[in-house]
Structures are given as structure tokens and as C-alpha cells.
């Protein structure tokens, strides 16, 4: 597993890389103002699904929207991870993901949603620590 963070005066940035089989899963985060856009991408590389939470604070509440690329499966990883770091943070996120295995089986869909929450949640104890 690698992690680094980096501020290049456009907001903090944010990697993690896991392995899971044959697959790296790359987990990106940039800080845009107060807002954070996350990309978790695996495999080969592509958008397959994006969502975006935005947290109110006056009713302490996250609203979340996804969409999905036809014949994509990562809505559940988007809108999951929009509203996790949003609602750790309690700021807006977008939240893009693309994870591709040619032939995969039920098994490795398994460890990869496991390790990407894993991820997203190495992500939040990240920005907790830096706030």
C-alpha cells in the first residue's frame, strides 16, 4: 500500500493505492476550496460512474445524486464515497469511480468493494487529521 499527500497550492492532494488480485485500486482526492472531488479507479482505467453529496449544514443533512454509465456497475462505490466524505467532512463531494476486470467472478467483487471502502475510509481519517 502506498499513501502520500502533497499540497501544491491547489488544495491538498491525496493518493492510495491497494492491490487486490490482479487489480491496483488507486484512490485520488484534491481539496477544491472547502469542497473534494475523489476518484477510485482499478484495472483499466475509465468512468463508469459519478456521484455527488452535498452536505447542509443547516439541517445537518447530505442530499446525494449518481450517474451511472450504461452497462457500468461502480453506482453503488460513487454514492456510497460521495456520501461518506461528505458527510465526514460536511462539505460537497464528487466522487467518480472505474474499476475494470475482464471476466470477473463474484469473489473479486467482493474484495475490491471491501478494499475501496477501506480506502475511502483511510481518505476521512486523512482529512480528519489535517483538520
Known amino acids: ?3 502520500k499527500a502533497l499540497d ?3 488544495g491538498i492532494l491525496f493518493w492510495i493505492t491497494r492491490n487486490v488480485g490482479s487489480i491496483e485500486l488507486v484512490l485520488n482526492a484534491k481539496k477544491i476550496g472547502n469542497d473534494y472531488i475523489v476518484t477510485l479507479t482499478g484495472g483499466r482505467d475509465h468512468i463508469g460512474a459519478v456521484a455527488v453529496c452535498f ?4 439541517s445537518q443533512r447530505a442530499s446525494s445524486s ?3 454509465i450504461p452497462d457500468h456497475r ?9 456520501r461518506q466524505v461528505s458527510i465526514a467532512t460536511k462539505k460537497t463531494t464528487i466522487f467518480i469511480a472505474g474499476i475494470h476486470k475482464d471476466n470477473i467472478h463474484h469473489e473479486d467483487i ?7 471502502c477501506e480506502m475511502v475510509d ?3 481519517s486523512f482529512v ?3 483538520n
Do not use: C, H, P, W
Open 74 to 82: 461502480e453506482e453503488q462505490l460513487a454514492l456510497k464515497g460521495a
Open 1 to 3: 500500500m502506498e499513501s
Open 128 to 130: 480528519k487529521r489535517q
Open 66 to 68: 449518481v450517474i451511472t
Open 55 to 58: 452536505f447542509d449544514e443547516k
Open 8 to 10: 501544491a497550492g491547489v
Open 110 to 116: 467482493t474484495n475490491i468493494v471491501s478494499v475501496s
Open 122 to 124: 483511510d481518505l476521512i
